[in-house]
């Protein structure tokens, strides 16, 4: 195999080179019991994957071997495979540099041993990490080391134990070098005898994890403005100008919410807790502690407090909010992918053609119509059909532009006009139903489509390669058309942070985010598979196997050399070698071609064990192809023990449905015609929607009103809703109820929950009931005012249907009203998400 044909290796391939068999299996037996399957399972996937199969490859065609993973579970285990390995290679290099100091003991041997993540591996080592400069370091090289060991096991005064020091002016450091020093004076040398005494007291783990602990229970997080000048253009993170809750039970989109506000110099952030509990656990440690303080227990004292203040205290709190940092960008990842899954997976409206609408006002309404096949349109001149209008102010010229829209559509059979959801989209829409309704010939459906993101790619050196001879303000209405047509194909196109699905996607990091969605893109795709003859670059790099550079070999040879006929002509692209085919061939799909298999999902591996299967029916291919029957009389029994790469029934099943399409069912929402901007919008109000993103506390509504509108996790069902994601998923259409309206700030409160009956009014008591003292007991107010009190009774609180607040978390009780109160409304929650409207 030729070094092009390489595939790209796993992160930590170096790392997996460097561990011995016995770490292997170890790792492959701990991820087996925390994923909750086999370790056979583990190996055989382990197997393939450092043999540079893909997971969408072993999923599908690698099945036997690993006792029907699916790719949810090859993915995990993919994850946790790296990070465990990294893990590994990292307790290699930590035990090796121990060693080499003779710092290496049992305990701590144990203690790496059983560490759980990086950062702990790091705590661990972090005493014994080489700091030639330190304070204690210089003062040991000094000679100061004897009068600390004194103090520590003998009964001496400070002083005393410094009587027989000899002063230093310079040391030497372990490469030669000579540094100052100044121990002139008594003050100075107790100084540098207390900094060995923390120094040693740090490597104390024992009693750093049991106040790590205690610390975290107790410990809050407190934001406040940084300056007064902050105020105002911070003022969309004014609802932490002066914030506290328990760090424990910190919100992840809180936090980052936090973090985002320091970033951007708005917020300043710290950790309170106490001091004076840690300190005394400190001492009582070190057992220097005693019913009379004596001068020796009182220094000692000085060196527990310095240690637990300058030492500790600012690790732990660094690690805590790094742990809980992790955590939350790790969440913030987990919805992105989730949400662009979901919506890389949307039904297709499938081979139509349709009028893509990028509506304008100033600038007009750009059209474009695209083909069965996503090709533009070419008019009798070899023109593409494109065009503007300009119905709307300050031109007004709405009876030309519905002239030129009725002939586009009559002219060219269109069956879908894709609109997109920006400015004046509802208008637009409006615009066009009025043409559909006048002309009863028209068989056209209008759609609106979300056009995140179609500038960015209208812009993009892909869309210049695809769309050259158009201009780029005419690009978005293909784009547009084509997002209706196929979702998954178009939307590979634009950078998914473009796309408008995540919360806190510039947060968090980066790397880890690219990596995640890369993931998620690669499963997208080849879940659906592609037309070799008609995919872009950019969806072709996602196949298994492929990379940017073949993906484009592949659209350069067909170019060249016209549609591939079958998959074994694929062979002939440049850089295009053995192993990349063998991952690769199974979701690249050839229609039309020479032969009938190419077009399904079967992998050119088994297509000789097909041929054996049609020895038993006496068929043809077409003719077994999507025929139970014949498929069903079909004898697996000895075929199935000839290829243990080869799952027989799996063949058999894509036979029965080739190229099965997993996405669903292509529906649209019907948006009212009389609700267009959130004016027309009124509390009680039942709308239709397209559900556009899902965050960790609700869900985001498009009903056409050019603002989304939040439904909280507490509106979102009667019973207990623990993850939003498990109810609904970007693209869902469903039925809401306005609840609130923010019309000055462009917010709106929606409910999923069914409109609760009202009870029916209970009949009035006769007038000439009397009223017993009993009856005086249990109907008079629970209150203590005498009688003839004519002050009005405190009102019951009432739940509000537009309370919005993350119930889960609550600010503790002794905080201020004036910002704690605050969490709950709707622009903190909007805050929170760092969910903003997505570029067009």
């Keep these: 195999m030729s070094s092009t044909d390489t595939l790209t290796p796993s992160q930590t391939s170096t790392n997996a080179q460097v561990l011995d068999a016995t770490t292997h299996a170890n790792i492959h037996d701990k991820l087996a019991r925390a994923l909750g399957i086999k370790t056979a399972q583990v190996n055989a996937f382990v197997k393939l994957y450092d043999e540079g199969a893909t997971v969408p490859f072993i999923a599908r065609y690698r099945k036997e071997k690993t006792q029907n993973l699916d790719d949810a579970q090859l993915r995990a285990l993919e994850k946790s495979l790296n990070y465990e390995r990294d893990m590994a290679t990292r307790r290699l290099k930590i035990i090796e540099l121990l060693s080499t100091q003779g710092n290496l003991t049992e305990e701590l041997q144990t203690r790496i041993d059983n560490a759980t993540s990086k950062l702990e591996l790091e705590d661990i080592y972090l005493p014994y990490r080489p700091r030639r400069r330190s304070p204690a370091a210089k003062a040991r090289a000094a000679g100061l080391d004897v009068a600390a060991q004194a103090l520590l096991t003998q009964d001496v005064t400070p002083t005393d134990a410094l009587a027989d020091y000899q002063v230093q002016s310079s040391i030497t450091d372990e490469s030669g070098n000579e540094i100052e020093v100044d121990f002139s004076d008594i003050e100075k040398q107790l100084a540098g005898v207390q900094a060995i005494i923390v120094d040693e007291w740090t490597q104390a783990l024992d009693l750093l994890d049991h106040l790590r602990s205690s610390f975290a229970k107790t410990a809050s997080i407190v934001s406040s403005v940084a300056s007064e000048e902050k105020r105002e253009v911070g003022e969309k993170f004014k609802d932490y100008f002066e914030h506290s809750e328990s760090l424990a039970r910190l919100p992840n989109h809180r936090l980052l919410a936090m973090l985002r506000g320091r970033q951007e110099n708005v917020l300043g952030l710290k950790i309170e807790g106490e001091d004076a509990p840690f300190i005394e656990k400190i001492i009582k440690h070190f057992a220097i502690d005693g019913k009379a303080p004596t001068e020796r227990q009182e220094f000692l004292a000085e060196a527990a407090s310095s240690l637990w203040k300058d030492k500790w205290r600012p690790h732990i709190e660094h690690r805590l909010l790094t742990e809980k940092r992790l955590t939350a960008e790790a969440a913030a990842i987990d919805v992105f992918a989730n949400n662009l899954q979901h919506l890389l997976m949307s039904a297709p409206a499938g081979r139509k053609v349709i009028l893509g609408v990028d509506p304008g006002i100033r600038h007009g309404v750009k059209m474009a119509i695209v083909d069965a096949q996503g090709h533009v349109m070419l008019d009798g001149e070899d023109k593409p059909v494109i065009a503007t209008v300009y119905p709307f102010a300050p031109d007004n010229k709405m009876t030309e532009a519905k002239a030129v829209i009725d002939e586009l559509l009559s002219t060219y059979n269109v069956d879908l006009v894709a609109i997109g959801n920006g400015t004046a989209s509802r208008e637009t829409d409006a615009m066009i139903k009025e043409i559909l309704a006048a002309n009863e010939a028209l068989k056209a459906k209008a759609v609106i489509v979300n056009e995140s993101g179609a500038s960015v790619y209208s812009a993009s050196e892909l869309a210049t390669d695809e769309l050259g001879n158009l201009d780029v303000s005419v690009r978005g209405a293909v784009s547009i058309a084509r997002r209706l047509q196929d979702p998954l194909s178009e939307l590979v196109k634009v950078d998914p942070k473009a796309i408008g699905v995540g919360q806190y996607q510039h947060d968090v990091n980066q790397t880890q985010l690219a990596d995640s969605l890369d993931k998620v893109t690669q499963d997208s795709v080849n879940a659906v598979g592609v037309d070799v003859n008609t995919a872009s670059p950019a969806i072709l790099a996602h196949i298994a196997g492929l990379n940017r550079n073949v993906a484009q070999q592949i659209v350069t040879y067909r170019k060249e050399h016209g549609a591939f006929d079958s998959r074994e002509s694929l062979k002939n692209v440049p850089r295009l070698g053995a192993k990349t085919f063998e991952q690769a061939a199974g979701f690249l799909r050839i229609h039309d071609g020479s032969n009938p298999l190419d077009a399904t999902g079967v992998h050119p591996e088994s297509y000789k064990l097909v041929d054996n299967l049609l020895t038993q029916t006496d068929k043809s291919l077409p003719e077994v192809i999507g025929n139970d029957g014949v498929l069903n009389s079909i004898d697996t029994?000895?075929?199935?023990?000839?290829?243990?790469?080869?799952?027989?029934?799996?063949?058999?099943?894509?036979?029965?449905?080739?190229?099965?399409?997993?996405?669903?069912?292509?529906?649209?929402?019907?948006?009212?015609?009389?609700?267009?901007?959130?004016?027309?919008?009124?509390?009680?109000?039942?709308?239709?929607?397209?559900?556009?993103?899902?965050?960790?506390?609700?869900?985001?509504?498009?009903?056409?009103?050019?603002?989304?509108?939040?439904?909280?996790?507490?509106?979102?069902?009667?019973?207990?809703?623990?993850?939003?994601?498990?109810?609904?998923?970007?693209?869902?259409?469903?039925?809401?109820?306005?609840?609130?309206?923010?019309?000055?700030?462009?917010?709106?409160?929606?409910?999923?929950?069914?409109?609760?009956?009202?009870?029916?009014?209970?009949?009035?008591?006769?007038?000439?009931?009397?009223?017993?003292?009993?009856?005086?007991?249990?109907?008079?107010?629970?209150?203590?005012?005498?009688?003839?009190?004519?002050?009005?009774?405190?009102?019951?609180?009432?739940?509000?249907?537009?309370?919005?607040?993350?119930?889960?978390?609550?600010?503790?009780?002794?905080?201020?009203?004036?910002?704690?109160?605050?969490?709950?409304?709707?622009?903190?929650?909007?805050?929170?998400?760092?969910?903003?409207?997505?570029?067009?």
């Design 637 to 840: 029994t000895a075929l199935a023990a000839n290829d243990e790469n080869v799952s027989v029934k799996a063949i058999l099943d894509e036979l029965a449905k080739p190229a099965r399409d997993p996405r669903p069912e292509f529906k649209t929402a019907n948006f009212r015609d009389d609700v267009n901007s959130i004016k027309d919008l009124s509390e009680g109000m039942i709308l239709e929607g397209v559900v556009t993103n899902v965050t960790a506390f609700g869900c985001f509504i498009d009903v056409g009103v050019h603002q989304d509108g939040l439904v909280h996790i507490s509106q979102m069902a009667n019973d207990f809703v623990a993850d939003p994601m498990n109810r609904v998923k970007p693209g869902d259409i469903v039925s809401v109820r306005v609840i609130s309206i923010d019309e000055k700030r462009g917010r709106i409160g929606f409910s999923m929950k069914p409109e609760a009956e009202k009870p029916a009014r209970p009949a009035a008591k006769p007038a000439t009931a009397k009223v017993t003292n009993n009856d005086e007991k249990t109907s008079r107010p629970r209150s203590n005012r005498p009688a003839g009190d004519k002050r009005p009774s405190k009102p019951k609180r009432q739940p509000s249907s537009s309370n919005h607040s993350d119930s889960r978390s609550k600010a503790p009780r002794a905080e201020k009203a004036e910002a704690p109160s605050k969490m709950g409304t709707f622009g903190a929650l909007l805050q929170e998400a760092g969910v903003t409207k997505a570029k067009k």
